[in-house]
T-cell receptor
């Protein structure tokens, strides 16, 4: 069982809305990540964090932002959602090179 | 930057058939290699990993993978598949020097369907 939780699992919203995808882990891992995944495509890293107050952008450019105020919490925010943001967002944490994933948040922007 | 290629996007097999999913990577240095699996409605989870040592690694549920350095390959195998192996399988690679997963690159995944 993974000890990493994402909410909401599914979200349908209108263009221009602000949304926050929550991610929490209870394993005490310092390293956390956000990936974006479209159907039939590879996972793309959009943000990562090595610990509290540390955030970096990943390989795939994203208009989202992240914060890491607490070790266990790594929320992702979109200030103004657009249809191009429709995707699945996966949160993960890691220790010793192994990633532990949440169940994902599937976002649809109308 | 590294890249990962998974040869088959969709594979359909009957129960008890043997499975081999191809994975090739491109990177000039030493790598860590992973296979992740996502069962329907569940989160991605680690199937097996290779960091160093014996190039034949065994994972959960009877899966194994062999690292062939000369071929830049890390193919996933299972001698006899079951219906419950129906899932999406992702190969991933990271530079060996990296301690975290910020350098982890994923393939596009292989959708495996096992028919009863």
């Amino acid at each position: 069982e993974a000890d990493i939780y994402q909410t909401p699992r599914y979200l349908v919203i209108g263009t221009g809305k602000k949304i926050t995808l929550e991610c929490s882990q209870t394993m005490g891992h310092d390293k956390m990540y956000w990936y974006q995944q479209d159907p039939g495509m590879e996972l793309h890293l959009i943000h990562y964090s090595y610990g509290v107050n540390s955030t970096e952008k990943g390989d795939l450019s994203s208009e989202s932002t992240v914060s890491r105020i607490r070790t266990e919490h790594f929320p992702l925010t979109l200030e103004s959602a657009r249809p191009s943001h429709t995707s699945q967002y996966l949160c993960a944490s890691s220790k010793w090179g192994e990633l532990f994933f949440g169940e994902g948040s599937r976002l649809t922007v109308l | 930057a590294q890249s990962v290629s998974q040869h088959n996007h969709h594979v359909i097999l009957s129960e008890a058939a043997s499975l081999e999913l191809g994975c090739n990577y491109s990177y000039g240095g030493t790598v860590n290699l992973f296979w992740y699996v996502q069962y329907p409605g569940q989160h991605l989870q680690l199937l097996l990993k290779y960091f160093s040592g014996d190039p034949l690694v065994k994972g959960i549920k009877g899966f194994e993978a062999e690292f062939i350095k000369s071929k830049f390959s890390f193919n996933l195998r299972k001698p006899s598949v079951q219906w419950s192996d129906t899932a999406e399988y992702f190969c991933a690679v990271s530079p060996h020097s990296g301690g975290g997963a910020d350098g982890l690159t994923f393939g596009k995944g292989t959708h495996l369907i096992i028919q009863p």
